[in-house]
């Protein structure tokens, strides 16, 4: 039986390819961000940097368009032409939750466990994603990269949401769930107990767990059976 103190209190999810759905969203804002900065569908720079771009999903998206891009400058268009494209993507109802999510987060609130959405998008994308289904209640709090520092695969955003909500007295009370080898990185560093990989988005089950996952799951509508296995 797993001691009270190290009950799971704090659950940090993920949002796009973990609790959202998001169509290949990414990709095609990428393509408009990559147009802006002169670089054209079909040429070779274009597919290696769609080869980072995916290799690096759940990174902070202004970190990726710094690596590929240099100057700050130009990482800051990149950026901005790829919020306003994923922008218009969602406004046009490309967005949809992972079955199954929105039941899941309202169980683990149910019994109990503070709820934190974070994400790689900016603050204005995340808002704009959370509207469009209805989700701007859902959750205990919301977290971008701006808010806690540094996004993934940095420890930052998990760290930032014990900070925040005060839910839990320890690391180890703290389960994280994602899609990506850097939501693994990031619940790994910060110490979580459970760092649940789940396979609705970029990442197969070999790169989570090699990136740290201690369970790989069909989707997140599965975590409160793990938490609670964890816990028994």
């Known amino acids: 039986m797993t001691a009270m103190n190290e009950k799971i209190g704090l659950v940090v999810l993920d949002m796009a390819g973990t609790t959202v759905a998001d169509d290949g969203l990414v990709e095609q804002a990428f393509a408009a961000a990559a147009a802006e900065l002169g670089v054209q569908p079909g040429s070779a720079r274009h597919a290696e940097q769609l080869a980072y771009v995916r290799a690096t999903m759940g990174e902070s998206k202004i970190s990726v368009f710094r690596h590929l891009f240099g100057d700050e400058q130009r ?15 969602v406004d046009a109802g490309h967005c949809a939750p992972v079955p199954g999510a929105r039941a899941a987060i309202e169980r683990l609130r149910a019994e109990g466990r503070t709820v934190v959405l974070t994400t790689g998008f900016a603050r204005v994308t995340q808002d704009a994603i959370l509207t469009a289904l209805g989700w701007s209640d859902l959750a205990d709090l919301t977290l971008c990269p701006a ?80 938490i609670a296995e964890y816990e028994s």
């Open 75 to 89: 990482a800051q268009r990149a950026n901005a032409a790829f919020e306003e494209a994923y922008g218009r993507l």
């Open 147 to 226: 808010d806690a520092g540094r996004g993934r695969p940095y420890p930052d955003m998990v760290l930032a949401a014990l900070l925040r909500t005060g839910a839990v007295d320890a690391v180890q009370r703290i389960a994280v769930a994602g899609d990506t080898s850097y939501d693994m990185l990031s619940g790994r560093r910060a110490g979580a107990s459970v760092v649940a990989g789940v396979l609705t988005g970029a990442h197969d089950a070999q790169a989570l767990r090699a990136a740290g996952a201690t369970a790989v799951l069909p989707s997140v509508a599965e975590l409160p059976d793990l």
